[in-house]
């Protein structure tokens, strides 16, 4: 009787113990995996798309804003980088060298730059509009000499002049030569001034008009990454 007992616990021990290795196994390969994506993650390198309200998405749910396309993108084709949508509303120029610092804070890859639209609209001198952007792109070179900038570019409807609209729209390839950058020429073409892709405000986006914003963009922003 003794012995059969003994068996008996000996037997309970066994396969106690080679069910604890069992689920250290399986808790090892967990962890393994979590460890594995958060090294994925870290290893992602930021693009950060630095605007106004046509950046934040205006009227839109957030993934129907260009960045978020352009993200869902990026991770379709399984490249290594994290879309940031740092986009306020109603950000001039002089707004966005107020927080571009703060923005840095975290690395940078790519940095796209859509700021200037506000101003425009406000009728705001054009040089100082280019001061203010022509700040922002040196802060960036300045603390990421290795990242890759795209200037946006926009327009402002006629009403407000022809010759200030005409400044206005030449600033944006006079900042991308003086600074040796990338050049959007227009990122609503296709969109600006067409009723059935603006929302009725008839500046912003809809949700079609902004997957043809993101087509714009991504079209040169591909040929960097």
């Known amino acids: 009787m003794k012995s059969a007992k003994l068996i008996g616990w ?7 113990s080679c069910g604890n290795k069992n689920g250290n196994a399986e808790s090892g390969k967990k962890t393994d995996a979590n460890v594995a994506v958060k090294s994925v993650e870290t290893l992602k390198k930021n693009i ?3 605007g106004n309200s046509l950046t934040a998405g205006y009227g839109l749910e957030q993934s129907e804003a260009f960045p978020a396309l352009i993200g869902a993108r990026i991770d379709s084709l399984r490249l290594p980088y994290r879309v940031i949508n740092a986009g306020i509303s109603g ?35 054009p040089a100082e509009s280019i001061r203010n952007l022509d700040t922002i792109i040196v802060r960036v070179k300045r ?9 946006a570019g926009i327009q402002i409807p006629p009403s407000m002049g022809e010759k200030y609209s005409r400044e206005f729209r030449e600033m944006f390839p006079t900042l991308a030569r003086k600074n040796d950058i990338l050049l959007l020429p ?3 073409e296709g969109v600006g001034g067409i009723d059935s892709l603006n929302q009725k405000d008839g500046i912003h986006p809809t949700a079609q008009g902004d997957r043809i914003v993101a087509e714009n963009v991504w079209t040169l922003l591909k040929t960097i990454l």
Do not use: H
């Open 10 to 16: 000996m037997c309970l021990f066994f396969a106690s």
């Open 48 to 50: 950060i798309f630095f």
């Open 91 to 125: 950000e001039t120029s002089a707004d966005g060298v107020s927080r571009i610092d703060w923005i840095l804070q975290q690395p940078v890859s790519v940095f796209i730059l859509e700021l200037g639209a506000n101003d425009g609209l406000r009728g705001l001198p």
């Open 143 to 151: 603390k990421y000499p290795a990242s890759k900038i795209i200037l």
């Open 186 to 188: 227009f990122i609503l």
